[in-house]
């Protein structure tokens, strides 16, 4: 009896401590690390009922050894209960899953044994007694809450894209129209996220013009609201052409809660070229703090053009060229992360045969040193809290560049831009 209670105190209190240790130093949230701060308090109670059960279950000098025992054994069993809760979703068996399962039923039988020798006695005041382990548990159970449930849906993230063009210069030697670009982007909730991949683009689009409206049957009205959501009279056929793209914020920056970052840039376009109108958009890929934590590796920029010899493609696309970020996704507590498997996240931008650009996502768990195939198709991503946030299309008619070949200092304020 005295092993078998000793022991699985003991391996409680190793748990816990480690678990709550890890969330007091790197939880990235006040209610995090407090959950983190209780995890060693049970950690440190289970340890003191693992050395008095020696003489709870031997000659009983100590008066208060059994309450100790006790005490170190509910702990355990509303700890390691709250971690079978937190693993019983997903249901994804990690080494410490085999720890403290285990753990729960063990303290199942301890607590029935210690029941049937009536450990409390000695206690004074045992209604304090229980009404101290109780609120110590709830305190425990409202900071899981609170950090896995309440904070995440009732704390929503609120980004803000916007993007607008300046006043077009025309170049007095080069056959040029330089225009200005500024995108900013503003974090408008109460929670620092990061940025996982920032894009933006500036598109020429042409058309098919005609000088008389045109008549359209039913099938050609449901080819123009299929590829664009626009209809015009006098125009159809519209494409888009790639004129500008880059990122505007480096991978795994931080956004603090109303903070605001500005990119300024400048499009050249051609004089020559035959758009009709040029258009802006942006889109930021982004995870927030309290929701997840990724690895140092992820900053690294890793081309498919300078991949080394032997190292597995992060993506599979054939023969496709690729710009892409890869690091390890894990939850923001080691409460959450040690009751599911590892991820990895994959993010990257593709160049297919057109010189299109395409940005796209991954979420598995088979790391690039695996030996396993890293799976074309991810997890969901909201699943991991990973949002996007894009703006409005900005657009300039093509002929406002052109008057500025004559013009160049007509235009006050934010430019000729639309955003639509």
Known sequence: MTAATAAGLVVAAALLLWIGRTDVLRAPTFAGRITGLLFVLFGALAAAGAAASFDYWG?????????????????????????CLLWLPRTEFTPHSFVFIPLWFWSLWALWTLGRHHAWEGIRHPKGFTAGLTATALATAVNLGYTTVYQPHFSPTALAVD???????????KPVIHLPLTITVRNLGTVPVYALQTRYRVLGRTSDFHSDLR????????????TTTEREGYADRAEFYSVNSGSFIPA????????????????????????????????????????GRLGKEFATDQPSWAKRPGEKDLVACGDCQYFAHYGALSPATYVSEVTRHQRYLTTWIELDD??????????????????????????DLAKHSIVTASTRESAVPFAALLAAETDTGSGSGSGPGATR
């Open 59 to 83: 000659r009983r000098k100590f008066r208060y050894s059994g309450p100790i025992v006790l005490a170190g054994s509910i702990g355990a069993f509303i700890t390691t209960g709250l971690l």
């Open 163 to 173: 993007t607008a063009f300046g006043t077009p210069v025309a170049d007095p030697v």
């Open 215 to 226: 008549a359209e049957s039913p099938e050609e009205w449901q080819s123009d609201l299929s």
């Open 252 to 291: 795994m920056e931080t956004l603090q809660p109303k903070e605001k970052r500005v990119k300024e840039t400048v499009v050249q376009v051609s004089k020559s070229a035959d758009f009709n109108e040029m258009v802006a958009l942006a889109e930021v890929f982004l995870l927030r703090h309290d929701r």
């Open 354 to 379: 057109t010189a299109r650009e395409s940005l796209r996502f991954r979420i598995s768990q088979v790391s690039r040193d695996s030996q396993k195939d890293i799976p074309a198709e991810g997890e």
